[in-house]
Structures are given as structure tokens and as C-alpha cells.
């Protein structure tokens, strides 16, 4: 099985910056593409924030362009994201997100359309 777990929240000032990561685990024989996505508290959606395909092309959400900076490590199955000038609207539990994960499965090959990590809360105090 796959499995995402996520790192770096925390409870940070408003201007400040913080690093999420988020490393893949298993036979994973590849991934088409990470994204990050945040839910606000109380909120029943959640926004894309920022995705990276295997190829390093990036995309971002209008509200964090030239603020947050995603980033990968494909050999470490790993993505990061970047989150500077923070501002109290940042605050929101972000989720990795993992796309057309192929691995191997007992020695089998399966593919999952998409795993989510268990998310991370990232609190910005005004």
C-alpha cells in the first residue's frame, strides 16, 4: 500500500514562513503528480494550493502566487512546500495529495488514482 504522511505545520506569526513536506512510502514505481490542498476550520471543501507534476511543472492557487513555492524530490518520492509571508488566511489543515500512483503490491502492479496524506495544521496568528 501506499501511504502519505506530512510534517511541518505549526503555529507561526503573520509575515512569517513555514515548510510542509510530504514523503510517499511503499513500492511505489511511480507518481504523475503531488499536490497540496488546504480546508479551513469549519470549511467543507478544500482548495488546491499548489501541484507539481513528475516533469517539475508547477501550478498555483491565485491567493499564494509568489508567496508559496512547491517543490519535489522524485527519487525520495517527496514534495514540499514553501509557505512565506503567511497571512492569517493561510490558516487551514493542508493536505498532500498524490496522483496516478503506480506500485507494486505483493508482486503485483496496481495503480491508485489518488492517496491523501492525513493532513497538517497550519495556524497564522495576525
Known amino acids: 500500500q501506499v501511504q502519505l504522511v506530512e510534517s511541518g505545520g505549526g503555529l507561526v506569526q503573520a509575515g512569517g514562513s513555514l515548510r510542509l513536506s510530504c514523503a510517499a512510502s511503499?513500492?511505489?514505481?511511480?507518481?504523475?503528480?503531488m499536490d497540496w490542498h488546504r480546508q479551513t476550520p469549519g470549511g467543507h471543501q478544500r482548495e488546491l494550493v499548489a501541484?507539481?507534476?513528475?516533469?517539475?511543472?508547477?501550478n498555483y492557487a491565485d491567493s499564494v502566487k509568489g508567496r508559496f513555492t512547491i517543490s519535489g524530490d522524485n527519487a525520495k518520492n517527496t514534495v514540499y512546500l514553501q509557505m512565506n509571508s503567511l497571512k492569517p488566511e493561510d490558516t487551514a489543515v493542508y493536505y498532500c495529495?498524490?496522483?496516478?500512483?503506480?506500485?507494486?503490491?505483493?508482486?503485483?502492479?496496481?495503480?491508485?488514482?489518488?492517496?491523501w496524506g492525513q493532513g497538517t495544521l497550519v495556524t497564522v496568528s495576525s
Open positions: 495529495n498524490a496522483a496516478a500512483v503506480i506500485y507494486n503490491n505483493g508482486g503485483k502492479l496496481q495503480r491508485a488514482r489518488e492517496v
Open positions: 511503499g513500492s511505489i514505481l511511480s507518481i504523475n503528480s
Open positions: 501541484s507539481i507534476t513528475s516533469d517539475g511543472v508547477t
